[in-house]
């Protein structure tokens, strides 16, 4: 990890090379969030590293909290005194918060709360590719989804100050690309972060009986109507090319793609790019559809844009023609998007051809590869896993059923241990056990320790 003091200087305008998680802890220091808790997992770990590497010098509190649901009560109660507070995590750790979270969405927020969650296209570090701008959608939250390392830093404080506009927690949604690629940052000024918090006593707000929850709803729609009308005027949503043959509309790392694929079919498209994706700017939306005859959508991974463009569509520009992903024809439901891939799509909608002949590039590489030698991922060296597999496969063999759990153990399933049966998510190895134990009548072994242990295991 570079020397990230770096974070810490207060040198407004300073254009510095951070990794997307490092700018969005850059941009914590800018919003004077003063409480930070994370659970860490890629493609978000960085945040919280980042964080708990310069919190002692910048002022603020930050935890590694034993769970997600933990990490939200505890930033969720600090915003509730009028403190600003994030929480980050990866993509699956808000199924493990969303109880929560569905409910703080009716309490609101005193102090300007944003929960990080680092969705993984292509599972390169994960059990699924989930889209956690369903969870915006469900939870009636606003939802912001940045580009490229910039925007994590500038949508940081963007969402911090919404927040406290709203009285409601906002999510940041970042994927792997973006958490994980190096680009310049524009510094802004620093703020000082404040840890002192008032809390006052207010049971209809913050008590959620029934009695009391059922008019929170009807505020929540309320301040969604709010968010809406921010978002039609966001700086982050903003029609970045006019006229054209056809229009895009995209979001996120997808954007990347979707200019670079314009350029590589000469195509002559108008851009509408997204950076504020719950609530959507419907006004804006409709203007850019009625300007073409056809409307491209680029997106990662589900359809969430263009269900909604869609209807949209129907309402402001019935004849607009729409392309995506729900006919499975141009643009992949499942997997990260790439350069290659948007190019691909558009070249089948469009008729441009590609400038670069992708087959030649794939041809040389294969040969290329083809030399180089497997290197799976495996225990470590001087693991100690690998004594206690070792003890483990001595004493059930191999008739045993071996429930495994998320964490480096995992790596038990590789050779010559070959441990590991069924994996699904944090804790799951205990009770996936003791199901396949009651109905099958074999020995059954659940593997699970460190933090998912303290995660998951001991409920």
Excluded: W
């Excluded at 969030?33 to 960085?46: F, K, N, R």
């Excluded at 000024?189 to 006593?201: C, H, I």
């Excluded at 969430?304 to 520009?317: G, T």
């Amino acid at each position: 990890m570079p020397d990230l003091k770096v974070l810490l200087q207060d040198a407004p305008g300073k254009r510095v090379l951070l990794l997307g998680n490092e700018a969005i802890a850059r941009g914590i220091l800018e919003a004077g969030v003063s409480v930070v808790t994370t659970y860490p997992g890629t493609p978000a770990s960085e945040i919280g590293d980042s964080v708990s590497e310069i919190a002692p010098a910048a002022g603020l509190y930050m935890e590694y909290s034993v769970n997600e649901m933990v990490a939200v009560e505890v930033a969720a109660g600090a915003a509730n005194c009028g403190v600003r507070a994030l929480t980050a995590m990866k993509h699956v750790g808000l199924n493990v918060a969303a109880d929560l979270v569905m409910t703080l969405a009716y309490t609101g927020v005193r102090g300007g709360y944003v929960i990080v969650t680092a969705d993984d296209p292509e599972c390169y570090s994960s059990q699924n590719e989930q889209d956690n701008r369903f969870y915006a959608l469900l939870s009636n939250l606003p939802c912001l989804e940045p580009s490229d390392p910039e925007e994590a830093k500038e949508m940081t404080v963007y969402a911090v100050e919404m927040s406290e506009k709203l009285e409601l927690p906002v999510l940041l949604r970042t994927t792997t690309r973006v958490s994980h690629t190096r680009g310049p940052v524009a510094y802004g000024n620093l703020t000082k972060p404040n840890l002192k918090g008032n809390f006052v006593r207010d049971v209809k707000r913050l008590v959620m009986v029934p009695a009391n929850s059922r008019p929170k709803h009807e505020v929540l729609l309320r301040q969604a109507a709010k968010a809406k009308e921010i978002s039609e005027k966001s700086p982050y949503n903003k029609v970045l090319r006019k006229g054209g043959e056809i229009g895009i509309i995209s979001s996120g790392s997808a954007y990347n793609s979707a200019v670079e694929a314009t350029t590589l079919l000469d195509l002559d498209a108008g851009i509408l790019k997204l950076g504020m994706t719950h609530p959507l700017p419907e006004k804006k939306i409709a203007e850019f559809l009625k300007t073409y005859k056809r409307t491209v959508v680029v997106e990662e991974l589900e359809p969430y844009l263009e269900m909604q463009i869609k209807a949209i569509a129907k309402d402001h520009a019935p004849n607009t023609e729409m392309y995506g992903k729900t006919n499975g024809q141009f643009f992949p439901r499942e997997g990260e998007l790439t350069t290659r891939l948007v190019a691909d799509g558009l070249s089948k909608i469009t008729g441009k051809k590609l400038r670069i002949d992708f087959k030649k590039i794939e041809e040389k590489y294969a040969t290329v590869a083809a030399d180089l030698p497997s290197r799976p991922p495996i225990l470590c060296a001087g693991c100690p896993h690998r004594a206690s597999f070792f003890v483990i496969k001595k004493v059930a063999g191999d008739k045993a059923v071996y429930a495994d759990d998320i964490g480096c153990y995992a790596l038990g399933i590789a050779p010559p241990f070959g441990i590991g049966d069924i994996m699904i998510c944090m804790g799951a190895s205990v009770g996936a056990a003791q199901g396949i134990s009651k109905v099958t009548g074999r020995d059954t072994v659940a593997t699970i320790g460190d933090s998912t242990f303290f995660h998951a295991g001991i409920p």
